[in-house]
């Protein structure tokens, strides 16, 4: 300190002393603050990883805890279903976790190595079950299929005990997680509905106003696009029997005029 | 043979069945094929729930299997034929057939005949008989028909109250494949062994 004003050359190198000094301190306190980052890190990851061993069947078995549970998971920058491609995603991460050896495995990703992949895994059974129902009712609904159907059928479960209980958002997270393997699976959105789609092709416009209108009340005739839409004739029927060869529509000829039901209302609101 | 007294519980409709155009028998070759899937497992599952084992076509369409009141909607005698087929074909999994009564077949085409509803086939009922008979420890002893169908015995098997003409059917199928032999006293009593 009292060097501070020492006259001469010497007073040149105290600066550098300084200076050094003062460099050495800073870097000190930065690895510090980095230490205790990461021991701060580690522990919350420890108590993630606690966390969601302890809770990693409601994490499966509740949507909206899952769904909370991804929303912290989003916050803190992790994207567990992403993580799952890119490994990298979260470094150091793998070196991290203490007791599963298999962490450091190649390919698996850290919630794999946390959960026992349970969540990864919760989405990719999620899509082949999801694959699984549009492929049965294919027939019956030509590939479009409501997110509320699909989640009534995947509640149902094809067997005893596999049944599901599954949000909307779960259901899109899983299509989207389908996307990898072509095209073939998307959401399409008609009127106010989401409709998740398994066929590999595009609506044109007069077909999708039709599905739309089938919303309303559940059915379409000939005359009511003629009036509704002003359209002539011809081309009323002409889109209606496109949308019957590809099943998206079920006649009804009980009734005076041909009705042309939507799928989507078996055992719906009538 | 529709012995629907003991409806304890309410059939549970499928959802197709408040769909008004699953009454009309689809022209398009897929929604129609996946229309007769769902048909075929309603009826089977309507006649296991009202333990009905045979229909008679033209007194069904009028019950509410074929005619949903709700909707008035109707199933049409032509189309209730072509399900009814379809269930009996090998696609439909053999769950229908039907019987051509003494009468030559002319006179089943006109009113649409009767029909055994196979909710089991006499093979899945021969096996119950057996696993019946063996778990009971009945092996050996003489039962008569009405015995097996209607005792107390069997009160709790599926099997209770069972269609005769059925159950000698299924008997046929043990006697086939040597698991039981049928004796016909003469007349109504007519008894099996098991062994």
């Known amino acids: 300190m009292d060097r501070r004003r020492t006259p001469g050359l010497s007073s040149l190198s105290s600066t550098r002393l300084q200076t050094h000094h003062y460099t050495n301190h800073g870097a000190k306190l930065r690895t510090n603050t980095a230490a205790s980052l990461e021991t701060q890190l580690s522990v919350f990851q420890s108590l993630v990883h606690n966390f969601a061993l302890t809770h990693s069947k409601d994490i499966r078995a509740n949507p909206a805890f899952r769904a909370e ?202 | 043979m529709a012995t629907s007294a003991e409806t304890t519980t309410a059939f549970q409709y499928p959802p197709h069945y408040s769909f008004p155009p699953f009454f009309t028998l689809q022209p398009v070759a897929t929604t129609r094929s996946s229309q007769l899937q769902s048909w075929s497992t309603f009826i089977q599952s309507y006649c296991r729930h009202h333990r009905i084992f045979s229909l008679s076509l033209i007194d069904a369409l009028s019950t509410p299997l074929f005619h949903n009141t709700t909707l008035s909607r109707q199933l049409a005698l032509r189309d209730a034929k072509a399900i009814l087929t379809w269930m009996a074909s090998p696609e439909g999994g053999h769950r229908a057939e039907f019987i051509s009564s003494g009468s030559k077949k002319k006179a089943d085409e006109s009113e649409g005949g009767r029909v055994w509803i196979y909710w089991r086939r006499p093979e899945e009922w021969a096996q119950q008989l057996e696993d019946w008979v063996d778990r009971t420890g009945q092996k050996g002893v003489v039962l008569t028909l009405y015995e097996i169908v209607e005792g107390e015995a069997s009160a709790r098997e599926e099997f209770a109250g069972m269609d005769m003409e059925l159950l000698r059917m299924s008997l046929g199928v043990c006697v086939k494949r040597g698991k039981a032999q049928i004796f016909s006293s003469g007349g109504e009593g007519e008894g099996v062994k098991f062994f």
């Open chain 1, 69 to 270: 549970f991804a929303r912290m998971c989003t916050a803190l920058n992790i994207d567990f279903l992403a993580s799952s491609y890119h490994r990298d995603g979260k470094p150091g991460a793998a070196s991290k976790s203490s007791g599963s050896s298999s962490s450091s495995k190649s390919g698996e990703s850290i919630w794999a190595s946390l959960l026992g992949g349970s969540v990864n895994d919760f989405y990719f059974n999620l899509g082949v079950t999801i694959v699984d129902v549009c492929r049965a009712t294919r027939a019956e609904n030509g590939g479009l299929i409501s997110l509320t159907d699909l989640r009534g059928h995947i509640a149902r479960g094809r067997a005893i005990g596999s049944g599901m209980d599954v949000s909307d958002a779960d259901i899109e997270q899983a299509v989207r997680a389908l996307r990898p393997l072509g095209g073939a699976y998307g959401i399409t959105t008609i009127g106010h509905r989401k409709l998740v789609r398994s066929v590999p092709k595009e609506l044109n416009t007069d077909q999708a106003t039709v599905l739309e209108a089938c919303q309303v009340l559940g059915y379409v005739t000939v005359s009511m696009l003629c009036v509704n839409l002003d359209w002539g004739r011809p081309r009323a029927v002409a889109v209606v029997e496109d949308l019957l060869a590809e099943s998206l529509v079920w006649v009804d000829c009980a009734a005076g005029e041909k009705e042309y039901w939507s799928p989507a209302f078996i055992g719906g609101a009538v």
